[in-house]
């Protein structure tokens, strides 16, 4: 989260399901990881250092993003996980967290935000992860899986009509 490679992330999810036992254990371990990186990048963009500065050229060269960042000041946690629902950003996942640094939103309405709305991805990674050493190993269940893949595809419809 700290150095915005969110492919080293993905494949870390993929793996939680399987490390922690479980799609639930796995989506809840991979969010709570995600979120203690992503407030320490959201420390790093709230101090005077090289990150906030950067993560100020990043607001002045997208200008859809000084939007982002009146929105996110006013609405805090609401705003966040509206955005970390979307589907579609116009910079990587990572960089918001020091996008949101350079705000007014605080530490605990940044973290809510992103813990509530990373569940939703990393539930999908975990499953992922989970699902395809299941049909390694044979012991997939058709009826857990499907029921499991209809929330997921509820909660990815959520995030569509949510941004």
């Known amino acids: 989260k700290v150095s915005c490679i969110d492919a080293g992330g993905i494949v870390l999810a993929l793996g939680a399901g399987i490390l922690f036992g479980g799609v639930f254990q796995g989506a809840f371990m991979s969010a709570l990881g995600a979120t203690a990186g992503s407030l320490v990048a959201f420390g790093l963009a709230k101090l005077d250092t090289p990150f906030r500065r950067k993560a100020l050229d990043v607001i002045e060269e997208f200008p859809s993003l000084r939007g982002i960042e009146k929105v996110v000041a006013k609405e805090g946690a609401k705003?966040?996980?509206t955005l970390r629902l979307a589907p579609i950003l116009p910079i990587p996942i990572g960089?918001?967290?020091?996008?949101?640094?350079?705000?007014?939103?605080p530490p605990l309405a940044f973290a809510s935000g992103i813990f509530v709305g990373s569940l939703k991805p990393y539930l999908?990674?975990?499953?992922?992860?989970?699902?395809?050493?299941?049909?390694?190993?044979?012991?997939?269940?058709?009826?857990?899986d499907g029921i499991l893949l209809l929330a997921l595809g509820v909660s990815?419809?959520?995030?569509?009509?949510?941004s």
């Open 124 to 144: 999908l990674d975990s499953y992922l992860g989970f699902f395809g050493k299941s049909i390694v190993d044979g012991t997939s269940d058709p009826t857990g």
């Open 95 to 105: 960089m918001y967290n020091y996008v949101y640094g350079v705000t007014s939103v």
């Open 156 to 162: 990815i419809l959520v995030g569509v009509f949510a």
């Open 79 to 81: 705003a966040i996980l």
